[in-house]
C-alpha cells in the first residue's frame, strides 16, 4: 500500500541558509500535519492543513512557512536556519476527520 | 492544557521478559489514545489505538487499555522480543476529526537483549 512519502530523506544546510521539505500523502488523504523531532526529544507538532487551508498550528517558528497544494502534497519552507533547526521533521496524513495519522519516514535536517 | 507523561528510559530487558511502559495524560474532554513505534532510523509507526474508555487496542501481542479512571494507557507485552527493540511513544489526540493534532509524550527507549 501506499504511504507517506517524504524528501529528501537527509540534508544538510549552513546557517541562515534555506531549505524546502516535501511530503506527498497517502493517495486521498486530505490533511497533512507536519512534527519536528529534536535528537532525543518527543515530536512536536509545526502546523496542519486540510484541503489546502491552513487548520492548526503550534510552535512552528515566524521563519517557517508551509503550505498544502492542489494535488494534496504539502512543502514545509525554512529560511534563516540555525543550528537548533536540526532536527528530524515528520509529515503526517489523515483523510478528514475520523482516521488516524500515517506518518512518513521523516526528512533530517542537519544545520552546520 | 493537554499532555502525555510515559515513563523515563531506557527500559532494559532480556528476550521472552513481561513488558509494561506507563503512559497517563491530562487532557480537556474525552480523547483518543496511541501507542506510536520508533525504529532505529525510522519514522513513526501506529501500534495500536483506543478511541473510547475501556477500549483495548492491540497488535502484535501489545496491548494496551484505555482507562478513564486513572487516566492511563499503560503498553504491555507478555514475552518481548529483541526485534521489539525502539522507541515507543503514548499519543492523544481530541475529538474525532482527523485534523486535531497528535500530543506526543516523551518517548521511552525499549532495549531488549537475547
Known amino acids: 500500500a501506499a504511504g507517506v512519502i517524504q524528501s529528501p530523506r537527509h540534508l544538510i544546510k549552513e546557517k541562515r541558509e534555506t531549505a524546502t521539505l516535501k511530503c506527498y500523502p497517502i493517495?486521498?488523504?486530505?490533511?497533512v500535519y507536519w512534527y519536528q523531532q529534536g535528537p532525543g526529544q518527543d515530536p512536536q507538532f509545526l502546523i496542519s492543513?486540510?484541503?489546502?487551508?491552513?487548520?492548526d498550528k503550534g510552535s512552528i517558528p515566524d521563519r517557517f512557512s508551509a503550505q498544502q497544494f492542489s494535488d494534496y502534497h504539502s512543502e514545509l519552507n525554512m529560511s534563516s536556519l540555525e543550528l537548533g533547526d536540526s532536527a528530524l521533521y515528520f509529515c503526517?496524513?489523515?483523510?478528514?476527520?475520523?482516521?488516524?495519522?500515517?506518518f512518513g519516514q521523516g526528512t533530517r535536517l542537519t544545520v552546520v | 492544557g493537554n499532555s502525555v507523561t510515559q515513563m523515563e528510559g531506557p527500559v532494559t530487558l532480556s528476550e521472552e521478559a513481561f513488558l509494561t511502559i506507563n503512559c497517563t495524560y491530562t487532557a480537556t474532554g474525552y480523547p483518543s489514545l496511541f501507542w506510536y513505534v520508533q525504529y532505529p532510523g525510522e519514522g513513526l509507526q501506529l501500534l495500536l489505538k483506543a478511541t473510547k474508555a475501556d477500549d483495548k487496542g492491540s497488535n502484535k501481542g501489545f496491548e494496551a487499555t484505555y482507562r478513564k479512571e486513572t487516566t492511563s494507557f499503560h503498553l504491555e507485552k507478555g514475552s518481548v522480543q529483541v526485534s521489539d527493540s525502539a522507541v515507543y511513544f503514548c499519543?492523544?489526540?481530541?475529538?474525532?476529526?482527523?485534523?486535531?493534532?497528535?500530543?506526543f509524550g516523551t518517548g521511552t527507549r525499549l532495549l531488549v537483549s537475547p
Open positions: 493517495p486521498r488523504h486530505d490533511t
Open positions: 503526517a496524513s489523515s483523510l478528514g476527520g475520523s482516521t488516524e495519522a500515517f
Open positions: 499519543a492523544l489526540r481530541l475529538g474525532d476529526t482527523g485534523f486535531q493534532k497528535l500530543v
Open positions: 492543513f486540510y484541503e489546502k487551508m491552513q487548520s
